[in-house]
């Protein structure tokens, strides 16, 4: 950590601050310019947070030199991680995976049917929202427990791991029990205390974007949940909110070789939450796989224009299948399968 | 709600619809343009979702005429909502409301004597947090129900009513019991769960905005909380994320005049977050005031360069009295007490 | 257009708005709700702008319907633009166009040795910048009208079609005698005046899009050179801004299938500046490609460490030719030839 | 400036390095980690560029300790600057400057009534579009020089000194010869010919922060026209885009108290273009004062139902001249004049 101090700084300012860093085990180099005066902290500073530091008045700036995260930094773990989801290996060299199903569980016979169309299409695992995040409180939340129940049970039927949202740790005990993948979303990027219980669980899970949170941002989220004990953290890209009113997010494709250059985990793409737009989610897609990707997460209804909820961004069985067919060419194109 | 529609829309297909949108108590009034078909949706719309309709493939556009809001709408409540806080009342005409106090509550004699100094300044609440969201696992975490006690504490000698900020539902009697105004923090006002829990309650909730939320989102979830049954809702603005880079966030006080418009609900400024820089506390927190704020949330600590997080933002004692006294002026300036 | 009246709007000027808008020619579509009245304005809209009407103070929200673009719109025009830039075709089916060479025109020999280097590799057209936009202003301006007639040197020695940016209507002769593509860069998308002036040349035009600008606000644009004459517009992406410290812009892919569908004018991606950073070069690119990108354009450098101006998002030779070589198979995979 | 670079650089590489920067006169102070090397560069590096150091594969990460402007910078030029713009003195301890008049030059005539009515109310400049910036080719462009004309005549006749917008190089002679403050509007902010340009002018210039830049970039606009030889600049706040689509821009208030702490230009708030909604023009315009503003402009028509752009934005005479009593009011309360 580089800190810089303004050039009129008294001298015992100077030596309580450096006797403060040389308590926290730090070794301090420092340099004094025309205008300023340098202090280079030598050692491990996760531990201290620029803004404290900069609190003190005689302080101009703070910058951090190496990262804030250590477990899920790949300086300090060069291989690729390789999560394991219900037998589905995600990761690493690995096939890539393909989530599917509805945005919404809407009954028992609904999931079923999507579980066995998306299976017959070549998905892996299943997805379908059981809580439901929402803007407006009238509008439909969700069948609860009662939706994971369903998904258990399109899994017992059709083989298929599940993948739904968790969104409050009074629920922790049915996400264990029931769901194989369980997914944090974009406004609980941030919930740390919700990161810290799914932490102390051993259930892979699945840690989407915040809308607007920055990479470094969301690699701390993924620390939250690792430093709790739980090191099955995969990625999940949905798209960052810009100024755009074409689409309903903007997708960043450069998270892949990013993500997979700075930490050791799996990094996976939702391009139905990221354009909100059916009729985007096709080419989006073939560029995740072309960019790196290892997995893909797709909203499928067999009736989007009936879907309780987020239809516009679904494909149709049919649609979803011929993706499929172009996805496996473009992964074979850059040494992949799927 | 005005739907649009492709000009090669079947009429089967326009008719389903128009059935669907007359099930749901909505009359339609038909136009056609040379291009497009418009549905022009009257009635209660608050229901139904846009995206839920676009979802449908022969619809281009969705475009909501009113606003998706009830129970905040001042159009339905003209009459401001004058919020009681253990005796201070907060909004209408009522005097401003100053609440101060340190970032975080960090022992019991820390945040008596903060208590002390900010109640001789003039402030009328006590802040403190006792659960902190940090970025980074490795940062202090808060007291945290120990915290919670420490400021009921302090309230006992000072009088001053306190106000921190609840991060999960596990913590809702611990809050209920001992704080007069539950902070809901700017990572959790999508946080649906909670909200719904806070809105069971009748104790007052201060909203902070969403990093990057935009008012209306901000409106929703004030609406979920009093869809639940908690009326008492005050809107507390910290500035949003922009690409600016010398300040923590950008305050947007034209929130204020904006919010009194569309909602009846009071509104108060909290210009440490929002700049994260105590030379720019003063300045923005007179702006505040001139724009026609409620209240103001300032964080001052007796010892900034000592605190345990967030003391960039934190203003000294004295400080915080000379500020109390220039708002003063800019409050009688624009027709207000403080 | 859709104009929404507050419901206590006079019968007066109810009828003075209508009257207005009829003599526009447009017919008005006339519909009450409980709290609303609603006029649909039906025929070519294109010439009212939103805000105008707005300054109504009876109005109370203007959608509009149909695009405020016509030229550049697909609906009126269904078949793909191809743009000929001296022999090469971009658009449509053609061929994927490869644009490569440095940020900056340092020398002629300099500029020859990158037009060599990238031809070898497969690229069909030179870049390289003449007038340079720099933040600050003592920061390398590049070469100017020297840099140009560089250019057109390299062109003569290799056959490859040059692009560079106009940064100023001053420069306009000069570049319509030696350039074939003209670059209009990102911070001059809205310099309308420029706009209009490279309208009135036939010589085709890349038109970036703007740091922080709409889809909408970009098509506008290229809207201006085709009023003023000029049909020959490539849209170029090169990153948006974001809140992102990790790369330099974030790039937006679902612009591809966006623009294909609202517009016939031929799309290119700019991988260099839209990450800023050589590593994640590559990625980027073949996503592009999967995405249907008409072609793209890369900053190609011998010796980027040394370069003038962004070294830091160029690729060295050897690099760019084994992207080539990837790009292929992508593009076949895809459906498409480069 | 500080260097810091991958622990494992060869020491060949280093030695390189830092001879290069001691070549452009910089002192290196070097110091090592566990993991990174890092090189402090004591001297001016303005004209060094972050970028060009980063496409150095060694170099992991480039940090800026002083700020990369001269002219500007209050470090080295602490007095305030008081700008004289025919006659009005705008800057430093001087009475708060009041800038009024309609958006668009209409005619002759209109601009003289609008003229007579600012300056009645108190308004001390005039100003007035001549050439207008459109999203759209098809809105209304302005009347051009006739504008010019009829804005010098309105100044004839109530000796308000002028001021409007400059889109071209080429009307700059217009400019200087009829215009006491000439504009840079938002989207020109970058574009440096036109900076260039009037930083050879001796005439005060007025420029506005552009839609998305950040406040260095800003001032490193103002160090342009600074570096060409003009240091009469104000720096005029006109919001910035942000996701909020109820305001047109979000004010960002904290630039007043940020850039009198980092410049010593004069600073000064447009909320007709920052909030797009003249119901707000009045508080957002009191916080201005009260945060510190040197002046405002602001849009006056007489009849802002029938303005050809903007009218959403402007306030009516009456309203204005109200709005400058309450402001002279909180002026008083913060020790300023108006």
């Not at 190496?66 to 291989?79: I, S, W």
């Not at 809407?106 to 995040?133: D, F, M, N, Q, T």
């Not at 922790?172 to 974009?186: C, H, P, R, S, T």
Request: charged share 25%.
């Amino acid at each position: 950590m580089i800190v810089t101090l303004k050039k009129q700084t008294p001298k015992t300012e100077i030596n309580r601050l450096t006797g403060l860093f040389e308590s926290r085990g730090l070794k301090i180099h420092f340099s004094e310019g025309d205008n300023y005066i340098v202090l280079g902290l030598v050692g491990d500073a996760t531990q201290l947070s620029e803004r404290d530091i900069l609190a003190n008045e005689w302080v101009s700036n703070v910058q951090r030199v190496g990262a804030p995260y250590k477990l899920a930094n790949r300086m300090f773990h060069p291989d690729d991680t390789v999560v394991d989801v219900g037998g589905i290996k995600i990761g690493g060299h690995e096939k890539i995976a393909v989530i599917a199903g509805p945005c919404a569980v809407e009954s028992e016979e609904a999931i079923i049917e999507a579980a066995k169309e998306v299976k017959e299409a070549g998905a892996e695992l299943l997805r379908g929202g059981a809580y439901k995040p929402r803007t407006s409180p009238y509008s439909f939340q969700g069948l609860g427990y009662e939706g994971i129940l369903d998904l258990a049970k399109a899994r017992e039927i059709t083989g298929l791991p599940v993948v739904t949202e968790i969104m409050s740790v009074d629920h922790l005990e049915e996400f264990a029990e029931n769901v194989d993948l369980i997914q944090i979303g974009a406004r609980n990027m941030q919930n740390f205390d919700l990161l810290k219980e799914v932490g102390k669980l051993k259930k892979p899970v699945l840690l989407k974007r915040g809308m607007s949170a920055t990479i470094e941002e969301w690699i701390m989220a993924a620390e939250y949940i690792m430093a709790s004990g739980n090191p099955n953290v995969i990625f999940c890209e949905r798209g960052i909110r810009t100024f755009e009113k074409y689409t309903r997010n903007t997708l960043d494709l450069a998270v892949i070789p990013l993500l997979k250059e700075k930490t050791h985990l799996p990094v996976i793409i939702d391009p139905s939450h990221a354009t909100g737009d059916w009729k985007l989610i096709e080419p989006v897609a073939l560029a995740a796989i072309a960019a790196g990707a290892d997995g893909l997460m797709i909203e499928v209804h067999p009736h989007p224009e009936c879907a309780l909820s987020d239809g516009a961004q679904s494909l149709k069985p049919a649609k979803f299948a011929e993706l499929m067919k172009k996805a496996r060419k473009v992964a074979n194109a850059v040494g992949r399968d799927l």
